[in-house]
T-cell receptor, first 115, second 115 residues
Framework: GAGVSQSPSNKVTEKGKDVELRCDPISGHTALYWYRQRLGQGLEFLIYFQGNSAPDKSGLPSDRFSAERTGESVSTLTIQRTQQEDSAVYLC?????????????FGPGTRLTVL | AQSVTQPDIHITVSEGASLELRCNYSYGATPYLFWYVQSPGQGLQLLLKYFSGDTLVQGIKGFEAEFKRSQSSFNLRKPSVHWSDAAEYFCAVGPGSGGYQKVTFGTGTKLQVIP
């Protein structure tokens, strides 16, 4: 497994339901990011994890959004009581170091559609 | 706070023609700068990056970019565009110092290549 993987690739849900999106970073990458990309828009930062440090949650748009990461492995982004405006592609990225520039390696994304 | 502006939302060029995509950033010190490409249905791939040294950087797929501090710009160029270059291009800026690297992305420029 060379790259960042995300699952599911597509998720269709009904308004009000909860969804969980998964990200598997590149092995050994200590940093993990979640972004949201709405149709026709740029990447919107959501949350950042670095090792065992407290995550930077400053980009989470509401308390319906939360994310967890166990150590330096898998991360899960949870959206509770989904709304139609949550429809977007959710991208995960990982990087290997923070002491210098950090090239982020992106997964293919999860396309979320809220009906 | 750092920010990135990509003034062109959509650009159309003929195959074989030259290309320049504009990127202007705002940051109080020397930034780290990146260009990513997102092909349809794909994740983002790093094209090139600048963090010090020569202000003209070479990337993959024949792309280059020039860092101009006086203009706060980091424009992406390619001398001869191929049909496979049709994609969306994102410029990004990060703090040019150690520690946590929160990268800010522009809204993207969609490139269309016509025969």
């Amino acid at each position: 497994g060379a790259g960042v993987s995300q699952s599911p690739s597509n998720k269709v849900t009904e308004k009000g339901k909860d969804v969980e999106l998964r990200c598997d970073p590149i092995s050994g990458h200590t940093a993990l990011y979640w972004y949201r990309q709405r149709l026709g828009q740029g990447l919107e930062f959501l949350i950042y994890f670095q090792g065992n440090s407290a995550p930077d949650k400053s980009g989470l748009p509401s308390d319906r959004f939360s994310a967890e990461r166990t150590g330096e492995s898998v991360s899960t982004l949870t959206i509770q009581r989904t709304q139609q405006e949550d429809s977007a592609v959710y991208l995960c990225a990982s990087s290997s170091r923070i002491s210098s520039y950090n090239e982020q390696f992106f997964g293919p994304g999860t396309r979320l559609t809220v009906l | 706070a750092q920010s990135v502006t990509q003034p062109d939302i959509h650009i159309t060029v003929s195959e074989g023609a030259s290309l320049e995509l504009r990127c202007n950033y705002s940051y109080g010190a020397t930034p780290y700068l990146f260009w990513y490409v997102q092909s349809p249905g794909q994740g983002l791939q790093l094209l090139l990056k600048y963090f010090s040294g020569d202000t003209l950087v070479q990337g993959i797929k024949g792309f280059e970019a020039e860092f101009k501090r006086s203009q706060s710009s980091f424009n992406l160029r390619k001398p001869s565009v191929h049909w496979s270059d049709a994609a969306e291009y994102f410029c990004a800026v990060g703090p040019g110092s150690g520690g946590y690297q929160k990268v800010t992305f522009g809204t993207g420029t969609k490139l269309q290549v016509i025969p």
